[in-house]
T-cell receptor, first 111, second 111 residues
């Protein structure tokens, strides 16, 4: 029973397309996150939601829009995809920072 | 500024030996630190954490040491096994729910 699950695991798409990545957690955590990992393995936070409210919004192009329909779900929608968006995107959740748990990642390739 | 850095990007250790992975951080206000292990194709997995009011914490085969004077964190893995081969990240937090990650160290266990 996966704690933090994201779909799809792989996503290959053309430049200019719009795509979404979904994330769900069954840990009862109150905070969810999106992180981006680049080709050099560097992990950087993009967004954080606490009980459906946006609390962290790093310097991310506004083509990226997170949506949290409830505290167990945090989806990431990306408009007008660019080559530089290719990366692995990780969803994570925590209970006020503790128990920080990551999903297995979505590898996005923009061609 | 905020940064968490690692001294060595790669580390090779003979199976059965102990390994030490180092991490330097620059924010003296950081009060919580976590070590993560990331295996190929997977998300970061929690290993051990430590709060700034401690200087040492032990888990199963792992020990984290925190030296606040020089803003240095280390992860010691005892009696390394092939399954310990992975990329290891340190991460810091300073009062919000965002983790700032270091660049990662790739640990390779030589049979």
């Amino acid at each position: 029973d996966t704690a933090v699950s994201q779909t799809p695991k792989y996503l290959v798409t053309q430049m200019g397309n719009d795509k979404s990545i979904k994330c769900e957690q069954n840990l009862g955590h109150d905070t969810m996150y999106w992180y981006k990992q680049d080709s050099k393995k560097f992990l950087k936070i993009m967004f954080s939601y606490n009980n459906k409210e946006l609390i962290i919004n790093e310097t991310v192009p506004n083509r990226f829009s997170p949506k949290s329909p409830d505290k167990a779900h945090l989806n990431l929608h990306i408009n007008s995809l660019e080559l530089g968006d290719s990366a692995v995107y990780f969803c994570a959740s925590s209970l006020s920072l503790y128990g920080y748990t990551f999903g297995s990642g979505t590898r996005l390739t923009v061609v | 500024g905020e940064s968490v850095g690692l001294h060595l990007p790669t580390l090779s250790v003979q199976e059965g030996d102990n390994s030490i992975i180092n991490c330097a951080y620059s924010n003296s206000a950081s009060d919580y630190f976590i070590w993560y292990k990331q295996e190929s194709g997977k998300g970061p997995q929690f290993i051990i954490d430590i709060r700034s009011n401690m200087d040492k914490r032990q888990g199963q085969r792992v020990t984290v040491l925190l030296n606040k004077t020089v803003k240095h964190l280390s992860l010691q893995i005892a009696a390394t096994q092939p399954g310990d081969s992975a990329v290891y990240f340190c991460a810091e937090n300073f009062g919000n729910e965002k983790l700032t990650f270091g660049t990662g160290t790739r640990l390779t266990i030589i049979p």
